[in-house]
């Protein structure tokens, strides 16, 4: 019976994607598919400068993790954009929207993966399960957010909720660094071909940053964390507006890689290859500066500068007249007197934040007032703890543990 259904197994493709960055960049990108585990898709520790561990017994233990969900506001250079290598750097934020993930750790070593997206946990299972040498098995279940390649995270939150449940489960191996580092190396979401196969990723590693530590973060090539604050008493509007590029949410594909690798590889890297020293300018002498003083209108006015030039300006333009249905949003929000607005990731996910309760019941009320869908309206906050462990029904802030570091 094995060997029939084997028969049936699609044959696996390959995704050529050709790709021009700046004035002399053409090349072609290839991204093949690969099932849940396979071998010769696993990056190893020493492969990204982590050292080698072992897990050598297997004990059975359960954990429950609750991670946030993030905001992408920017990536600073997708031209250090590689599925094989996380890079680009970029700024995000941690909201008050989560996943939850339950490890157990069995003796016996079987992988059983229930819940949502199956194939990337299944992934991770076997990532740890191989560069650790660890002999047992897992019993994994994952809930996510339902809202999924809007710009919420769905993917990097998946795969670090799993990862950080599996750590913890498995007595933690890994520090937060080199548990990032795990985890951005081997990045990964499901092949748009649908036939239960996975693809690489393009991964910045800020959904881990921010997952983790909760507040707001800035982190360079390689996924390595530069500077994290907390943005205590802010609140958060997220809107997902109805744009003609909106076509998966609501019809369960769990899956934009194809359209989403089009256009990070090609107008979004050319714009970042022309207009790379002014993002660095406003990066390192306005926002910076701002994050360091706690100014969240300083922080708003540096990332509405960002929004319209570089990769940003790209990711917003794929949604219908130039960009026209986002930036409305965006402008508008700020018009009404919110410190940050802007488009998170490839979008459409569009926000506003502000510690000001005014500023918040106004814009409320003018969706509200608008007809405004109220499916596709989030009222949230800025989360500033981070993941969570539950264990024995107790739960404790992952951030603030001693052994954890970077």
């Known amino acids: ?147 999924r390649h809007v710009g919420l995270g769905s993917s990097s939150g998946t795969m670090c909720a799993a990862c950080i449940a599996i750590n913890e489960a498995l007595g933690r191996p890994f520090n937060n660094r080199e548990l990032r580092r795990v985890m951005v190396y081997n990045a990964c979401e499901e092949s748009p071909t649908g036939n239960d196969y996975l693809i690489r990723n393009f991964e910045t590693g800020i959904g881990a940053m921010v997952g983790v530590h909760g507040g707001m973060a800035i982190g360079s090539d390689d996924a390595e964390l530069i500077y994290r604050i907390p943005l205590p008493n802010t609140k958060a509007i997220i809107i997902i507006p109805d744009v003609p590029s909106l ?94 607005a802007g488009m998170s990731s490839v979008g459409p996910t569009t926000f506003a934040l502000t510690q000001q309760p005014l500023v918040y019941n106004r814009i409320m009320k003018y969706l509200r007032d608008h007809g405004f869908p109220n499916t596709r309206i989030i009222e949230t906050e800025v989360d500033n703890l981070g993941a969570r462990i539950i264990e024995n029904s107790q739960e404790r802030n992952y951030q603030n543990e001693g052994w954890l570091q970077g």
């Open 247 to 340: 076509k998966d949410e609501y019809t369960g594909k769990d899956t934009a890689a194809e359209a989403e690798v089009g256009l990070l590889l090609r107008r979004a890297r050319y714009l970042d290859a022309r207009q790379c020293n002014t993002k660095a300018h406003l990066i390192l002498l306005d926002l910076l500066p701002a994050m360091v003083k706690g100014d969240l209108k300083a922080i708003g006015d540096a990332i509405l500068d960002l929004t319209f030039i570089g990769s940003k300006r790209a990711e917003c333009e794929q949604h219908g007249l130039y960009g026209a249905h986002i930036f409305h949003y965006i402008g508008l929000f700020r018009e009404m007197g919110a410190e940050v």
């Open 1 to 147: 019976m094995h060997v029939q259904n084997l028969a049936f197994q699609p044959q696996k493709q390959r995704i050529e994607i050709s790709t021009i960055g700046g004035p002399f960049d053409c090349l072609t990108s290839v991204l093949e598919e690969f099932v849940p585990g396979e071998r010769s898709f696993i990056n190893f520790p020493e492969s990204f400068g982590v050292a080698p561990r072992a897990v050598s017994e297997a004990v059975e233990r359960e954990v429950e993790v609750k991670v946030p969900a993030r905001l992408h506001i920017s990536v600073l250079d997708m031209n250090r954009f590689n599925p094989y290598r996380p890079g680009g750097g970029g700024i995000g934020l941690a909201l008050g929207i989560y996943f939850q993930a339950r490890v157990r750790t069995t003796v016996v070593p079987e992988i059983t993966v229930k819940g949502e997206r199956p194939l990337i946990v299944k992934h991770f299972a076997h990532v740890f399960k191989e560069i650790l040498k660890y002999p047992g098995g897992f019993d994994i279940e994952l809930f996510d957010h339902k809202r």
